[in-house]
């Protein structure tokens, strides 16, 4: 089985300021991460994932996350974040091989940007 | 192209009644999703469709919930006799197979009165 744990479940932040979500697994098995966004009244949208290779990973919108075995991290970063990144941020897992195709869900941190 | 659509968008049922939820995957996608996401609970995962193998009903909360999907494409998410904890955002997802990457609904945002 596997877990998420997103430590913050708000982070405020002001415009073209630089930001850190974190986000920590964990499993028993191999995984795959995967960082979703989710605007208001809207499905989720994949950000970027990491399935092997590079451990630095980058996404859609200026975003990028570091796999982190030794810490079972996978924070997301933006060096510079717009109003139009205010948004609910999910990090999430799934194992490696057959069986594990279902992903697992972090609670989610809401990014509030202002100017 | 076309993403995965759901409908109802919104549905807003009395306690006790039985309702349905629909999803439409990405064409040619073998594999879908449900997920609930609540206030409390956050995003879980419900039941897994992939190809014509028996789904994974592990994620299903109570005998109340069920899930179909005809000719592997069309997907309904059944809930009978509603209960006021049941209200929550209902979101399908659907992936070319297995381990590859989900693409999300806009959900069902179902509300039991």
């Known amino acids: 089985a596997q877990s998420v744990t997103q430590l913050d479940s708000q982070v405020p932040v002001f415009e073209e300021a630089p930001v850190e979500l974190r986000c920590n697994y964990s499993?028993?098995?191999?995984?795959?991460l995967f960082w979703y966004v989710q605007y208001p009244n809207q499905g989720l949208q994949l950000l970027l994932k990491?399935?092997?290779?590079?451990?630095l990973v980058k996404g859609i919108n200026g975003f990028e996350a570091e796999f982190n075995k030794s810490q079972t991290s996978f924070h997301l970063r933006k060096p510079s974040v717009h109003i139009s990144d205010t948004a609910e941020y999910f990090c999430?897992?799934?194992?490696?091989?057959?069986?594990?195709?279902?992903?697992?869900f972090g609670k989610g941190t809401m990014l509030l940007v202002s100017p | 192209g076309a993403g995965v659509s759901q409908s109802p968008s919104n549905k807003v049922t009395e306690k006790g009644k039985d309702v349905e939820l629909r999803c439409d995957p990405i064409?040619?996608?073998?594999?879908l999703y449900w997920y609930r996401q609540s206030l409390g609970q956050g995003l879980e995962f419900l039941i897994y469709?992939?190809?014509?193998?028996?789904?994974?009903k592990s994620g299903l909360p109570s005998d109340r919930f069920s899930a179909e999907r005809t000719g592997g494409s069309v997907s309904t998410l059944t809930i009978q006799r509603t209960q006021q904890e049941d209200s929550a955002v209902y979101l399908c997802?659907?992936?070319?197979?297995?381990?590859?990457?989900?693409?999300f609904g806009p959900g069902t945002r179902l509300l039991v009165l």
């Open positions: 997802a659907s992936s070319w197979g297995q381990q590859e990457t989900q693409y």
């Open positions: 499993s028993s098995v191999s995984v795959y």
């Open positions: 990491y399935l092997s290779g590079s451990t």
């Open positions: 999430a897992v799934s194992g490696v091989g057959s069986g594990y195709s279902t992903l697992t």
């Open positions: 064409s040619g996608h073998t594999a």
């Open positions: 469709f992939q190809g014509n193998s028996a789904p994974d």
